[in-house]
């Protein structure tokens, strides 16, 4: 290996001041309003509601994912020292694990819905609450246990700092993450969302009595993918752009553009754990009406009359 090209596996690349305080000013009131939020949507999804659906469960497991990830990013910011810890690595990797666990929960949620409305007769046999526990606890061991190879094997300890890659050799395990990680899901997520909008369009047409109440559910599906799609695509598409420059050996002033647009993409991915929690909220009556009840609580102390329906969102 030349000097030259020695020289180029390193980029000492810091991030920009103004992507330091496009950071502290979103995610303070990120991690403030997702706490809360999240906060408040577990304690419905856990104490307010009488049954337990498919649908509750992916929800619940979702809002713990994302209100773990809110607490990461204080360290995130935090975290400047070139050298990486143990403790640094247990929280890169909390980050890592419940974002992924974030993707993963949305796509299996999108396709119990589409088994559902697909086949309503099978989904009888195939789904169960049960089995949607069984499934989210095989999920986590499965992202915690790829999370926790990948580390081990990724040497990181001399090779770039807490959240951040210096090391210029280009990572497989990071092109395997946006492929595995994203790609795919969003291929199942993007088929059965249209799959199930198709079938409720033909639905539509055929009952117009239930027309408003169809249109609804179409427009929560076009939302929760646009959601998708925006947090989660730019941030994958950096990742994808800096394994290329890595492989074909790009300047240092190129890697430092990459790295400033994967932390603003990274910012906007981020957003995803309050964006999660204020669907909770504005796309179901019967979430609104457990939340209200949770701050009327001192004034009265009424039973929960609304009648249970599974979530239709995320």
């Known amino acids: 290996m030349t000097q030259e090209v020695h020289q180029q596996l390193n980029c000492n690349n810091t991030s920009s001041e103004l992507i330091f ?3 502290a000013l979103i995610y303070f009131p990120v991690f403030c309003i997702g706490v809360i939020l999240n906060a408040l949507a577990l304690k419905i999804f856990c104490c307010n509601l009488s049954k337990w659906t498919e649908t509750r469960v992916y929800m ?8 773990l990830l809110l607490f990461t ?20 990797s909390t980050y890592f694990i419940n974002r992924y666990m974030s993707i993963f929960l949305i796509t299996i949620t999108a396709i119990d819905r589409y088994i559902a409305i697909k086949y309503p007769l099978k989904a009888k046999l195939i789904r169960s609450p049960l089995k949607s526990v069984v ?9 915690i246990s790829i999370v926790y190879v990948t ?9 770039g700092t ?8 280009p990572s497989m395990y990071v092109f395997a993450s946006v492929i595995w990680g994203f790609f795919i899901p969003l291929t199942i997520f993007s088929f059965c969302s249209i799959q199930i909008t198709k079938k409720l369009v033909k639905k539509k047409k055929t009952n117009p009595y239930e027309e408003k109440r169809i249109q609804k559910a179409i427009n929560i599906i076009f939302a929760n993918m646009s959601v998708f799609v925006i947090c ?3 941030i994958h598409l950096a990742y994808l752009i800096r394994f ?36 909770y909220y504005f796309v179901n009556k019967e979430f609104q009406e457990a939340s209200m009840k949770l701050t009327t609580k001192y004034e009265t102390q009424q039973k929960q009359s609304s009648e249970d329906q599974d979530f239709e969102i995320i």
């Open 21 to 23: 305080l496009t950071q």
């Open 60 to 67: 619940t497991n979702l809002a713990i994912a994302d209100f």
């Open 73 to 92: 990013l204080p360290f995130k910011m935090a975290y400047k020292r070139n050298d990486v810890t143990t403790l640094c690595l247990v929280f890169e």
């Open 135 to 143: 499934i989210s606890g095989f999920l986590w061991a499965l992202i």
């Open 151 to 159: 580390k081990n094997f990724e040497k990181r300890a001399s090779s």
């Open 162 to 169: 807490c959240f951040r890659r210096i090391s210029r050799e």
């Open 232 to 234: 989660f695509l730019p």
């Open 244 to 279: 290329i420059a890595d492989y074909t050996e790009a300047s240092c002033t190129q890697i430092e553009k990459i790295d400033n647009f994967t932390n603003l993409a990274g910012i906007i991915a981020n957003t995803n754990c309050c964006l999660d929690a204020i669907c």
